[in-house]
């Protein structure tokens, strides 16, 4: 199978900060990521789509400027949380494929506290 | 515009019986699905997936099965683990999405021994 990490698992941060969140495949080289995002009890709601080399795609309600995201290389993508503010706490998670038609694997997650 | 719906958000099973879990699209555009199992704090993990162009895929105690007529598709697992408690998740891909899922809502499966 394929390997997606995540970095950190948790982190809990003060409202105001900017969180980074890193996403690498490990065993395979990924030109497309996926971020999601889920709150309790609810399902994966995409966020954007990371693309090697060019801009993230988001989808209609996330903010570009508040959720930066940037796939610096084929193994790469990180999701920076700017300003974050309680509302933002959440579980975000990434997903890769080796292509855009590919089965996606996810990484474990990254649960974010937002004092 | 909910595209992918599992209307069931529980389900009980006895360990060694069949469980069956249902997933309902609404876009005619889906041409892939797959089922996914995720532990609460974790990241979901692929079980098994179907192109729109079978009605069956199988794969050792898992086989998914897809009624594109009635936009249907639905897991079973045979026999049922307690180790296959979790929360079970279908997603659909297709059209122009690149690889985008739209994922239900999610089934809690809860096999007692």
């Known amino acids: 199978g394929a390997v997606v990490s995540q970095h950190p698992s948790w982190v809990i941060c003060k409202s105001g900060t900017s969180v980074k969140i890193e996403c690498r495949s490990l065993?395979?080289?990924?030109?497309?990521m996926f971020w999601y995002r889920q709150f309790p009890k609810q399902s994966l709601m995409l966020m954007a789509t990371?693309?090697?080399?060019?801009?993230?795609?988001?989808e209609q309600g996330v903010e570009k400027d508040k959720f930066l995201i940037n796939h610096a290389s084929l193994t790469l993508s990180t999701l920076t949380v700017t300003s974050a503010h309680p509302e933002d706490s959440s579980f975000y998670i990434c997903?890769?494929?080796?292509?855009?038609?590919?089965?996606?694997?996810f990484g474990p997650g990254t649960r974010l506290t937002v004092l | 515009d909910q595209q992918v719906k599992q209307n069931s958000p529980s389900l009980s099973v006895q360990e060694g019986r069949i469980s069956i879990l249902n997933c309902d699209y609404t876009?005619?555009?889906?041409?892939?699905f797959l089922w996914y199992k995720k532990y609460p704090a974790e990241g979901p993990t692929f079980l098994i997936s179907?192109?729109?162009?079978?009605d069956k895929n199988e794969d050792g105690r898992f086989t998914v099965f897809l009624n594109k007529s009635a936009k249907h598709l639905s897991l079973h697992i045979v026999p049922s683990q307690p180790g296959d408690s979790a929360v079970y998740f279908c997603?659909?891909?297709?059209?122009?999405?690149?690889?985008?899922?739209?994922f239900g809502q999610g089934t809690i499966l809860t096999v007692h021994p």
């Open positions: 997903s890769a494929g080796r292509g855009s038609t590919d089965t996606q694997y």
């Open positions: 065993d395979f080289q990924a030109t497309t």
């Open positions: 990371s693309n090697e080399g060019s801009k993230a795609t988001y």
């Open positions: 876009n005619s555009m889906f041409d892939y």
């Open positions: 179907i192109s729109s162009i079978k």
């Open positions: 997603a659909a891909r297709g059209g122009t999405s690149y690889g985008k899922l739209t």
